[in-house]
């Protein structure tokens, strides 16, 4: 079954490390996105990427990095400088198209949730 | 910076009862509205999308446009107590993201 696959599901993260939340998918989606979700709040949107190699900040950018280095993974690494990390994050896929069709449906993974001690 | 509104609820409707969910966008240029539906603890998974003025319509579920109003609308018919989740609005964004509101979050009461 096609599909998009985070890892970890929950995650835990002591003051000044940095961790890594993976993001798979076997969909052939060009598109790659990364959301953070606080409790009662909408999603915002951290990183994208629209091809391989190419990928650009999103509104909340400060204190996360990307990698997009092949068409099925964009990692999300959440470093020590992300000041308030405790979130749940989500990892989404799309079709690129031009047109006002679905091809900007996003599919979205299972979701991580990270935990700062 | 497109901004998408909804009421954040809880709204409350007896089982078998027509809900209904809104939302309003800030851009005029916007051309595509999805909703998702969110359980608690769970990921968003798409409802439906809509972009012509008019209605579109899948089982229980009818999507609402209105781009001279800039309102989106989501109706559940007959619902169900396994409807009562957060339904989040979105509007695509320029680069293919979509930006999302606050959510809704619906309890359909038996």
């Known amino acids: 079954d096609g599909g998009i696959t985070q890892s970890p599901k929950y995650l835990f993260r002591k003051e000044g490390q940095n961790v890594t939340l993976s993001c798979e998918q076997n969909?052939?989606?060009?598109?790659m996105y990364w959301y953070r979700q606080d409790p009662g709040q909408g999603l915002r949107l951290i990183y994208y990427s629209q091809i391989v190699n190419d990928f650009q900040k999103g509104d909340i950018a400060e204190g996360y990095s990307v990698s997009r280095e092949k068409k099925e993974s964009f990692p999300l690494t959440v470093t020590s400088a992300q000041k308030n990390p405790t979130a749940f994050y989500l990892c989404?896929?799309?079709?690129?198209?031009?047109?006002?069709?679905?091809?900007?449906?996003?599919?979205f993974g299972a979701g991580s949730r990270l935990t700062v001690l | 910076q497109k901004e998408v509104e909804q009421n954040s609820g809880p709204l409350s409707v007896p089982e078998g009862a027509i809900a209904s969910l809104n939302c309003t966008y800030s851009?005029?240029?916007?051309?595509?509205f999805f909703w998702y539906r969110q359980y608690s603890g769970k990921s968003p998974e798409l409802i439906m999308f809509?972009?012509?003025?008019g209605d579109k319509e899948d089982g229980r579920f009818t999507a609402q446009l209105n781009k001279a109003s800039q309102y989106v609308s989501l109706l559940i018919r007959d619902s169900q107590p396994s409807d009562s989740a957060t339904y989040l609005c979105a509007v695509r964004g320029s680069q293919g993201n979509l930006i999302f509101g606050k959510g809704t979050k619906l309890s359909v009461k038996p």
């Open positions: 809509i972009y012509s003025n």
């Open positions: 851009d005029r240029g916007s051309q595509s």
């Open positions: 989404a896929s799309s079709s690129r198209g031009a047109t006002s069709s679905g091809a900007n449906v996003l599919t």
């Open positions: 969909l052939n989606h060009d598109a």
